[in-house]
């Protein structure tokens, strides 16, 4: 299954060259259907997002601005990546939890301890360049170029 992860511009460590581990950490706060007793990693399922028939646009673009405008605003970066590639030893899962603005495309990953959850987003989404894009207006690519432009004016 395909997942859409929303990063926040502001993680970007600059020092580093990447994104900080807050790009995958899971919730601090464990929801009541929570499989394992802790929060999960919070995204959505792209499939679902760009095929809703709820009005918004149908794109990953415009299905964050609909269901979480309130918590990243425009410009953003967004990881597209499959639940499978987490695995290596781990065992993720998904929780169907509809987020608190009703998006019912909205899932948590359980079943990955913070280490394996860093380890999983450095190892799958690097470079950067090539596995993470950027809404501004619209979807554009990722560059490093361009994060720091956008972290420069937050």
């Known amino acids: 299954m395909e997942l859409v992860r929303i990063?926040?511009?502001?993680?970007?460590?600059?020092?580093?060259?990447?994104?900080?581990?807050l790009a995958f950490k899971r919730s601090s706060t464990a929801g009541p259907s929570s499989p394992?007793?802790?929060g999960g990693i919070s995204v959505f399922d792209a499939n679902c997002a760009l095929g809703d028939d709820l009005g918004a646009p149908r794109?990953?673009?415009?299905?964050i601005a609909r269901f979480y405008g309130h918590f990243a605003t425009e410009?953003?970066?967004y990881w597209r990546f499959e639940l499978e590639?987490?695995?290596q030893g781990a065992n993720p899962?998904?929780?169907?939890?509809p987020s608190d603005s009703g998006d019912e495309c909205h899932r948590d990953i359980h079943g990955l301890s913070r280490n394996e959850a860093t380890k999983a987003f450095y190892r799958l989404a690097s470079p950067p360049e090539d596995h993470l894009r950027i809404c501004d207006g619209g979807d554009q690519p990722f560059t490093v170029e361009r994060i720091r432009e956008i972290k420069?004016?937050?």
């Open 7 to 21: 990063i926040r511009a502001g993680w970007w460590d600059d020092n580093q060259g990447r994104f900080t581990d």
């Open 152 to 154: 420069s004016v937050l």
């Open 59 to 63: 794109s990953i673009c415009g299905h």
């Open 85 to 87: 590639d987490l695995a």
């Open 36 to 38: 394992d007793g802790y």
């Open 93 to 97: 899962h998904l929780a169907h939890v």
């Open 75 to 77: 410009p953003l970066v």
